[in-house]
C-alpha cells in the first residue's frame, strides 16, 4: 500500500498570511493527488485533484504542485474561513489512502 | 441538485453485521464510481472502498478486506456497503462520496484521479457491546 506522508501535522497562522502544506508519498504517484478541506462536523470538501487542477467553486487562492511523489498545498493569503484540517489523498492504487491531516489553526 | 444521502447506521455488537445505504440524485448515478469513506472520532479520513460505474471493479482498504462488500443498484440509484464481523475500530462516521470522475461511450476517467467531488452529511456506526 502507498503510504501518504504529511507536514506539518499542524500549523498556526494569521489571517493573510501565505502557508505551505506538504504531502509526500511512499512511491510515485504522477499527478494522482487530491487535497481536501473539513471544517468541524462537516463533512470533507475537495480543493485540488489531479495535483494542480483547481475544483470548480474553489478561490484562487488555494493552489497544489508536484508529481511523482512529492506535493505540496499552498494557501497564498489566509482568510478567516480557511482555518481547517487538509488532507491530501492519492489516487493511484487503491487502497486510496489519505494523509493523516494538517491541522491549521489561527495564530 | 447532486445528493447524497446515507442511512442505515446505528449501535451494533461486536461480530454483528450492518448494511449501510447511498441514496443519490440529481445526477447520472450510472455514469460514476462511489466510494465510501469513514472518519473514526477525534481520527483522520480513511478511505474504506469504491465501486466503479457499473460495479465491475470493486476495491477496499485492507483493514476492512474480506469483511466489508460494496455494491450498488443503479435501477434504485443507491449505494449500500454491506459490513459483517464488525469490531470497535469500525466505530467512525461513514461518508459515500461521488466520484468526479465519469464513464461514457467515449470517455471514462480512472477512478478517483479527478477526486470525490460531492459528499453525503455522513452516518454513524458504534460497534459496542
Known amino acids: 500500500d502507498i503510504q501518504m506522508t504529511q507536514s506539518p501535522s499542524s500549523l498556526s497562522a494569521s489571517v493573510g498570511d501565505r502557508v505551505t502544506i506538504t504531502c509526500r508519498a511512499s512511491q510515485s504517484i504522477s499527478d494522482f493527488l487530491n487535497w481536501f478541506q473539513q471544517k468541524p462536523g462537516k463533512a470533507p470538501k475537495l480543493l485540488i485533484y489531479a495535483a494542480s487542477s483547481l475544483q470548480s467553486g474553489v478561490p484562487s487562492r488555494f493552489s497544489g504542485s508536484g508529481s511523482g511523489t512529492d506535493f505540496t498545498l499552498t494557501i497564498s493569503s489566509l482568510q478567516p474561513e480557511d482555518f481547517a484540517t487538509y488532507y491530501c489523498?492519492?489516487?493511484?492504487?487503491?487502497?486510496?489512502?489519505f494523509g493523516q491531516g494538517t491541522k491549521l489553526e489561527i495564530k | 441538485q447532486v445528493q447524497l444521502v446515507e442511512s442505515g447506521g446505528g449501535v451494533v455488537q461486536p461480530g454483528r453485521s450492518l448494511r449501510l445505504s447511498c441514496a443519490v440524485s440529481?445526477?447520472?448515478?450510472?455514469?460514476?464510481?462511489i466510494h465510501w469513506v469513514r472518519q473514526a472520532p477525534g481520527k483522520g479520513l480513511e478511505w474504506v472502498a469504491v465501486i466503479s460505474y457499473d460495479g465491475s471493479n470493486k476495491y477496499y482498504a485492507d483493514s476492512v478486506k474480506g469483511r466489508f462488500t460494496i455494491s450498488r443498484d443503479n435501477s434504485k440509484n443507491t449505494l449500500y456497503l454491506q459490513m459483517n464481523s464488525l469490531r470497535a475500530e469500525d466505530t467512525a462516521v461513514y461518508y459515500c462520496a461521488k466520484d468526479q470522475g465519469y464513464c461514457s461511450s467515449t470517455t471514462c476517467y480512472a477512478l478517483g484521479y479527478k477526486g470525490m467531488d460531492v459528499w453525503g452529511q455522513g452516518t454513524t456506526v458504534t460497534v459496542s457491546s
Open positions: 489523498q492519492q489516487s493511484y492504487s487503491a487502497p486510496y489512502t
Open positions: 440529481g445526477f447520472t448515478f450510472s455514469s460514476y464510481g
